[in-house]
């Protein structure tokens, strides 16, 4: 009699735990006889700079054959279905590339006008959604110190050549360019007028070298010339060109002083000769003042 209680106990048992595993499996499965999907965890804010990559995380475990699905709340069609995509924007494209759980949303340089709520959707009877916020915001200004020195002669006579250096500098990058402006006016390079401007880069220090040349310089070649580098910065350097006939003004001044010397020297109130003069004219008169003496004695 006991044995046989303790039989019926245990198939008591037996049945119980093949309930309980059916109603869990059953539970489990959705009453459908699969294996409902679900999402993993992943962030739900996503906050990125214009102009930079956008990637919208969803990761969905038991996806069998249902597809997933993008889609902006703000908007009734669907970006994508799957990797397929939908919309004309060329800047949207899915990450499933290791053919796993992920199906991320990738936006390519985004702007303002992708920010908004985004949903990871499982094509399901059941409302299966994951819902993604994307922030876009400007980048931080970046804080560049930058240089520029121009060089070289501040007089040169005329028909001598000028050549002025101009180097600038910058922290992140090489300004790409350096402009030349004389007196105001744009200098572009005319290697017949004989103005010629040469550029070079060195990459380590990030800067930009820049000579401006003149064969050979005139008169109108006298003024302020201005250096401006593709960053805007700015340095500027006066010429003077001299006139090149400035050793006949020498000349000139030397010929001036020899015609004074000369007419000092003609000058009868300070000349040897005026002094002779006035001698032989005091002693005739005195030679004749004693004659009339002599002849009245008499």
Sequence with gaps: ?????????????????????????????????????????TRTNITVYVGKTAVLPCS????????????????????????????????????????????????????????GLYDCQISTKEDLVRRIRLSVTDPPPVEETRAIHISGPNFTEKGEPI???????????????????HNGLKLQQNIDAGVLITEFRHSETKTLYSVLEIAKSTMKDTGVYICRSSKKDVDSHHVVVLNADSSHDKRGFQDKKTVVKSSHLDNPGNSASSVNRRVHYLMSNCLLLLVTILAHNR
């Design 1 to 41: 009699m006991k044995k046989r209680v303790e039989y019926k106990s245990w198939i008591k048992n037996y049945l119980l735990s093949i309930l309980f595993t059916f109603v869990f499996s059953v539970s489990a499965a959705g009453w459908n006889g699969y294996i409902l999907p679900s999402f993993k965890e």
């Design 163 to 181: 050549r002025i250096t101009c180097n600038a500098t910058g922290d992140s990058m090489t300004p790409e360019h350096m402009d030349w402006f």
């Design 60 to 115: 969905i475990v038991n996806l069998g054959t249902k597809k997933v699905i993008w889609k902006r709340v703000d908007q009734k069609h669907a970006l994508t279905i799957g990797e397929f995509v939908f919309t004309t924007d060329e800047r949207h494209s899915v990450d499933h590339s290791d053919k796993g759980y992920k199906w991320n949303l990738v936006i390519k340089d985004v702007t303002k006008a992708h920010a």
